[in-house]
Structure formats: C-alpha cells, structure tokens
C-alpha cells in the first residue's frame, strides 16, 4: 500500500488523496543514483560468496552489510531531497536488513498533473533506497488516467 503520502490535499481519486510522482528529470537522475548504489551492493555481495570459503567470510559479510547500510542512508537522503513535493512512500519490508527505506514513483503520468506533479497510477514503477523497483498493483478501476 502506498503510504503514509500525504497524497494531494486538495484532489480525491476514490475517497483517498491523489498520489503525485517525481518529475521526469528528477526520476532520471534518481534512476542514476540508484544505478551506482546498486552496482557497490553486487560487488559487496560478489565478494561475500567469493570469501564464503575463506577465514575472510565474516569481514567479507560485515563489509557487505556496511555497504547497504550506506546505501540506504545515501539513497533514502538522494529521494528525500530529490522528490520536490512528491508523495514519498515508506516500504513497509523489513527484511532484509537495511530496510528498503523511501521511495518514490518514478514514472507517473507526464500529461496528468495533480499540484504541479504527475499523478500516479496503478502499474508506475516505484524506486526504493535499496532493493528492487516495484509496481502500484492497486488502483481505483472506475479512473483512467492518461500518459
């Protein structure tokens, strides 16, 4: 569920806020971000299982973990300050550990704007601090939105 928002404040879409996305050049430039924090996650992970069988494998693991942690507090301040009044949504997956963190839709309608911001819609893909995009799988079905 996308949450906490706030949503927009003054447009309602089926008795809830409105949810409002990134613009295209801050997504583009969250999208980078995300892609440089996630190649140091591969390469921590990389080499946990290269030290898995080696005295190393337990410095190897807290490195890795070190990395995510970073991660996550640099992509979580990369979102916070990049999303301009967009809604930001708190990953309720906890595990596993760091948290996802905040995240915030990165392709919501560019021809629809609510407050200034492009309105989101069931299927936009949302980025998180760390771990995998995911997708709006709920909407209200009586609202077509277009692109």
């Known amino acids: 569920m996308l949450q906490p928002g706030p949503g927009s404040f003054n447009v309602i879409i089926g008795s809830k806020p409105a949810w409002r996305g990134v613009p295209a050049a801050a997504a583009a430039a969250i999208q980078s971000a995300k892609a440089t924090s996630d190649a140091a996650i591969t390469t921590a992970e990389a080499a946990t299982v290269a030290a898995a ?32 009044g967009a809604d930001i949504h708190a990953c309720l997956t906890p595990l596993p550990i760091p948290p996802h963190g905040p995240g915030v839709v990165i392709d919501g309608s560019q021809t629809v704007l609510v407050n200034g911001l492009p309105l989101c819609r069931m299927g936009d893909t949302i980025i998180e601090a760390v771990g995998p995009p995911n997708k709006i799988a709920m909407g209200e079905p009586t609202v077509l939105i277009g692109g």
């Open 53 to 84: 069988p080696t005295p190393g494998a337990a410095a190897a693991k807290t490195a890795e973990e070190g990395v995510k942690a970073t991660a996550a507090t640099t992509m979580g301040s990369t979102i916070t300050s990049a999303a301009g």
